[in-house]
């Protein structure tokens, strides 16, 4: 079996001729970084498009949708145990907490070409890794009966430089959040991987659901990612971008059993720790997946589907 | 004279009971972070009805407007000179680079309480300080006849963590940024400014157009401070929001002279160095101040405001 993580010569050339097409076309404005791109207003509008048409899948089961700021506190990061599985992938904040004399000694080290963050100290925040992240330690306790119900929406930064659009170092993610026992997890994400095949199809995009792992770190994580295939505890629905072969994750649920709920301390009504699961929207690739399906020009697209984004 | 920049008992009561006031009407959510909030759905859409609002009001004389990532390039935040002016404010991004040796040493260092943080690296990104400074290295060379004129939106990230809801560590700017002649900026800035202050009028904010200056770090800083007031290079536009006495800047319109046009190398098309001017509007503290003026219950503003704001 072809590894999806070797990217070939052939992919790259897509990627960038992909890439190449989105900027010509004015959707997304390069910068000097891979990965990071200004976005125009079409671009925006189909993300708020999306963001309507899945928060109308969800309507009136939920708690009210709360906007996550594009950082969270450190000790909430900490707590979620990114960093023993995507160390490669966070982005910790530091700012300058000094003096007149220590700013001085910064601005010599800049002029100078030296390494000057080492005058910089870990400020109280963290760029935030996965949208559900911040949304853990407000469910610390104990859950009603039935758990609860959220829907969230953040920006998520990987560190993960790619000349692939469709792999920015920083997107949103829109999510869908189940909180209590196993089972009522477990159906919450196969409900929604349904309802987001469903959504996804009628939006034209040729889509098909796959079991799938995280990119674990290192040598532990390879025997993590498989472990996490023979669970089946996360599966994406993936649609061709550059790559019928490889087509690109844009949407994922995801079983996280009691990864959450021991660390944030969530207990069941029943007493029990916690289980949660959550489906996640990519609004940046399902963008992406809907120009390189129906082309670039928006004015062409059908009007069903324009109908149904509001675009 | 009273000094703003010293906040007394009286103002930090009134900043909590208004922090207390929106967390309990349920448009914001705290986190165990000052100046981190996640927002509501009724929130968000006040922004954006504010980001339509000043969007029309510069319709068809901007090129298209640019939605700006959280994090830009790190050269080019090195080259705006933020560093020298607001040391204490900067978001500098690190990550991990390293084996699984050393990712080993960085779980240690966590599990053991020690700085976890010393096993990163600077990343090639940092957090954005100014909505506009992703702008000027695609500015980069001789600008046509007239200069350019650009419409922007983007997150901005200030390290000053405060009890004031106002005083957001992360928020929203978005601008209008003129890049010419010197007489050009000033004039871009003169009629945004009135053009703002008849907006925020016609909400309802009772706004007043004030000379101001930037936060300017350290010894040095304060006169910078003395310099930029005297030379009427920054206006603010304020609102009571949680003092009459000191009101909150929920826009601002500066004139930088030539402090992006050197560093970015852009040219006039009669070669000498360009200037830039910018507007500002700070679209969460222009919610907040509606939220202040009209009342936390949105269904009960005004039907002209509503209507202005499409909400």
Redesign the interface.
Same mark, same amino acid.
């Given at each position: 079996m072809t590894d999806p993580s070797v990217v070939t010569d052939d992919r790259v050339v897509a990627q960038e001729a992909f890439r190449s097409d989105l900027v010509e076309a004015?959707i997304l +404005?390069r910068?000097?970084?891979d990965g990071?791109?200004?976005?125009?207003?079409v671009?925006?509008s189909i993300v708020r498009g999306i963001e309507r048409l899945v928060g109308a899948a969800g309507a009136g089961r939920y708690e009210?949708?709360?906007?996550?700021?594009?950082?969270?506190?450190r #000790?909430?990061f900490?707590r979620s145990d990114y960093?023993?599985s995507f160390? #490669?992938?966070?982005?910790? /904040? #530091?700012? &300058? /907490?000094?003096?007149?004399r220590d700013?001085a000694d910064?601005?010599r080290a800049?002029d100078e070409g030296e #390494?000057?963050?080492q005058y910089?100290t870990?400020?109280? +925040?963290m760029?935030c890794s996965a949208a559900c992240h911040?949304l853990y330690?407000?469910l610390t306790g104990t859950l009603p009966e039935g758990g609860r119900r959220m829907e969230v929406q953040g &920006?998520c &930064?990987r560190?993960e430089?790619s000349v692939d659009p469709a792999r920015?170092?920083?997107f949103r993610q829109h999510e869908f959040v189940a909180v209590g026992a196993p089972d009522d997890c477990i159906a919450h994400r196969e409900e929604w991987l349904a309802t987001a095949l469903s959504i996804l199809s009628t939006l034209g995009l040729p889509v098909t659901k796959v079991v799938a792992n995280d990119p674990f770190?290192?040598?532990?994580g390879r025997i993590l990612a498989v472990n996490q295939r023979e669970t089946a505890l996360k599966f994406e629905i993936v649609c061709p971008v550059t790559s019928e072969e490889f087509p690109t994750a844009i949407a994922s649920g995801n079983y996280h059993m009691d990864h959450f709920g021991v660390p944030f301390e969530i207990r069941t009504a029943d007493g029990e720790t916690a289980h949660s699961a959550c489906i996640g929207f990519g609004l940046e690739r399902i963008t992406l997946a809907l120009l390189k399906t129906h082309g670039l020009d928006v004015q062409t697209w059908s009007a069903d589907v324009r109908s149904q984004l509001g675009i």
């Open positions: 004015g +404005v910068t000097s970084v990071l791109y200004q976005r125009s207003a671009f925006e009210p949708l709360l906007f996550f700021p594009p950082v969270l506190p #000790d909430v900490v960093l023993r160390p #490669d992938l966070t982005g910790s /904040v #530091d700012t &300058f /907490v000094g003096n007149d700013h910064l601005l800049l #390494d000057w963050t910089l870990p400020a109280e +925040v760029l911040p330690p407000s &920006f &930064f560190h430089p920015m170092q920083i770190f290192g040598r532990a």
